[in-house]
């Protein structure tokens, strides 16, 4: 009998129709939801897919993750901060190659002089990316952690461009016991959902662009608890969603959970990917690092399902090996000049074209601004 996939077109979704939307399983059936929502992201987003250079400028983190690579207590690591003038270079040749917009990422550090490092960085980028092509500046997310209020504002007026500031703070899960089995060891409990939840409204109210979004195939997570994800991303009001599978780090402290095989992942990534964009519909969705190093065309898969913003990684070579969040991280791009021919690459293929020297704000966050 065949499937009835006249529910893809609903404007509007039951917590039903998102469990069965994750749950296919039949290669043409996830076909058909991934051509929906690459349909959909062409109807209210059009064609282009927006660039964020990725430059991970610290390791260095005070939070102990269970899941993360770089989590304090994993000493195997090397730590690292880039110094103030290799990140200004990024960002300089990120702006020449027409990026329009960076993602500034490192562990999570709340001290007074790691956050006046920060604004003085975002100072000088501003200062020094202000061009004719790009008359704001460049556009900048930030994913620096869980920060009280006054830092996020005081980062919001160092990058002196209101309409290109964004600020990236996942849920990691929306369940809370599962977070804090995720973050909580006996006698250590270091994260809490709720902070997490208040964060991303102060981030709201000091005026970033909100992203958030989930690890998917969790150790213990549910197809319902990414259903509750994608209800939790409507009731955050989010403005874009980055998310990925979780994969397993040996530096972490859940390597004996293990992890879900390859092609269920995949499938449930990019399933979830698509579900997101049908249910929110006109936010940015970014096809995470994660994806890539599940899959090597990862990137071209996340566009055909949805996604409508690619994070190329700008970081330069020699402190990519330290920066393992997880195993294996994908990191064979080599700069930033290079890596628009590489994206345009991959945009092509997935049939899209790449907004060079845009912000590429969220038509979300416009509608609602
Ligand atoms: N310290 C900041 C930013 C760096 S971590 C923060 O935590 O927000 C960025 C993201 O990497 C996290 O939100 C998490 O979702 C993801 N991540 C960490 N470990 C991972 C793993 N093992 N598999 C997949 N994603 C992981
Ligand atoms: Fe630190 Fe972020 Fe990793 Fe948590 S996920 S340990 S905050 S880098």
Same mark, same amino acid.
Not at 32 to 50: F, H, N, P, S
Not at 71 to 83: D, E, G, I, Q, W
Not at 98 to 107: C, E, K, L, T, V
Not at 211 to 218: A, D, N, S
């Given at each position: 009998?065949? !499937?009835?996939?006249?529910?893809?077109?609903?404007? !509007?979704?039951?917590?039903?129709?998102?469990?069965?939307?994750?749950?296919?399983?039949?290669?043409?059936?996830?076909k058909r939801l991934q051509e929906r929502a690459y349909?959909?992201?062409?109807?209210?987003?059009?064609?282009?897919? +927006?660039?964020?250079?990725?430059?991970?400028?610290?390791?260095?983190?005070?939070?102990?993750?269970?899941?993360?690579?770089?989590?304090?207590?994993?000493?195997?690591?090397?730590?690292?901060?880039?110094?103030?003038?290799?990140?200004?270079?990024?960002?300089?040749?990120?702006?020449?190659?027409?990026?329009?917009?960076?993602?500034i990422q490192a562990g999570e550090r709340t001290d007074?002089?790691?956050?006046?490092?920060?604004?003085?960085?975002?100072?000088?980028?501003?200062?020094?990316?202000?061009?004719?092509?790009?008359?704001?500046?460049?556009?900048? !997310? #930030?994913?620096?952690?869980?920060?009280?209020?006054?830092?996020?504002?005081?980062?919001?007026?160092?990058?002196?461009?209101?309409?290109? #500031?964004?600020?990236?703070?996942?849920?990691?899960?929306?369940?809370?016991?599962?977070?804090?089995? #995720?973050?909580?060891?006996?006698?250590?409990?270091?994260?809490?959902?709720?902070?997490?939840?208040?964060?991303?409204?102060?981030?709201?109210?000091?005026? +970033?662009?909100?992203?958030?979004?989930?690890?998917?195939?969790?150790?213990?997570?549910?197809?319902?608890?990414?259903?509750?994800?994608?209800?939790?991303?409507? *009731?955050?009001?989010?403005?874009?969603?980055?998310?990925?599978?979780?994969?397993?780090?040996?530096?972490?402290?859940?390597?004996?959970?293990?992890?879900?095989?390859?092609?269920?992942?995949?499938?449930?990534?990019?399933?979830?990917?698509?579900? *997101?964009?049908?249910?929110?519909?006109?936010?940015?969705?970014?096809?995470a690092t994660a994806l890539e190093t599940l899959e090597?065309?990862?990137?071209?898969?996340?566009?055909?399902?949805?996604?409508?913003?690619?994070?190329?990684?700008?970081?330069?070579?020699? !402190?990519?090996?330290?920066?393992?969040?997880?195993?294996?991280?994908?990191?064979?791009?080599?700069?930033?000049?290079?890596?628009?021919?590489?994206?345009?690459?991959?945009?092509?293929?997935?049939?899209?074209?790449?907004?060079?020297?845009? #912000?590429?704000?969220?038509?979300?966050?416009?509608?609602?601004?």
């Amino acid at each position: 009998m065949a !499937t009835n996939f006249d529910f893809l077109r609903q404007t !509007t979704f039951s917590d039903d129709d998102i469990a069965r939307m994750l749950r296919l399983k039949a290669p043409e059936d996830v076909k058909r939801l991934q051509e929906r929502a690459y349909e959909l992201t062409t109807d209210l987003l059009g064609d282009e897919v +927006y660039l964020r250079g990725l430059i991970e400028i610290s390791n260095i983190c005070t939070a102990n993750c269970r899941y993360c690579g770089i989590r304090k207590s994993n000493h195997a690591v090397s730590r690292y901060t880039l110094p103030r003038h290799v990140v200004i270079g990024c960002a300089l040749a990120a702006a020449r190659a027409g990026y329009g917009s960076i993602a500034i990422q490192a562990g999570e550090r709340t001290d007074r002089h790691w956050v006046e490092w920060i604004s003085g960085l975002l100072r000088e980028i501003h200062e020094r990316t202000v061009s004719d092509t790009l008359p704001l500046g460049l556009g900048i !997310t #930030l994913s620096l952690g869980e920060q009280p209020y006054e830092v996020y504002a005081e980062w919001a007026e160092a990058s002196g461009n209101p309409d290109g #500031l964004r600020y990236l703070l996942r849920i990691e899960t929306s369940n809370p016991e599962l977070f804090h089995k #995720l973050h909580c060891t006996p006698g250590r409990h270091e994260k809490n959902l709720e902070h997490r939840m208040t964060a991303l409204r102060n981030l709201r109210r000091a005026g +970033y662009q909100v992203g958030t979004g989930v690890m998917i195939g969790l150790p213990g997570q549910t197809v319902e608890d990414l259903v509750q994800d994608i209800r939790t991303f409507q *009731t955050i009001d989010a403005d874009m969603i980055g998310m990925g599978p979780y994969l397993l780090s040996k530096g972490a402290d859940m390597v004996d959970c293990g992890m879900m095989a390859h092609d269920p992942l995949l499938r449930l990534s990019l399933n979830m990917i698509a579900a *997101t964009r049908l249910v929110l519909r006109d936010v940015n969705i970014a096809a995470a690092t994660a994806l890539e190093t599940l899959e090597p065309n990862g990137r071209i898969l996340g566009i055909m399902s949805g996604c409508n913003v690619v994070m190329p990684n700008i970081t330069p070579q020699a !402190t990519r090996s330290s920066y393992q969040l997880y195993d294996n991280k994908s990191g064979t791009e080599v700069g930033a000049e290079s890596n628009t021919k590489i994206e345009s690459d991959i945009v092509r293929i997935a049939g899209r074209r790449l907004g060079l020297n845009q #912000l590429g704000s969220s038509i979300h966050w416009q509608s609602r601004r």
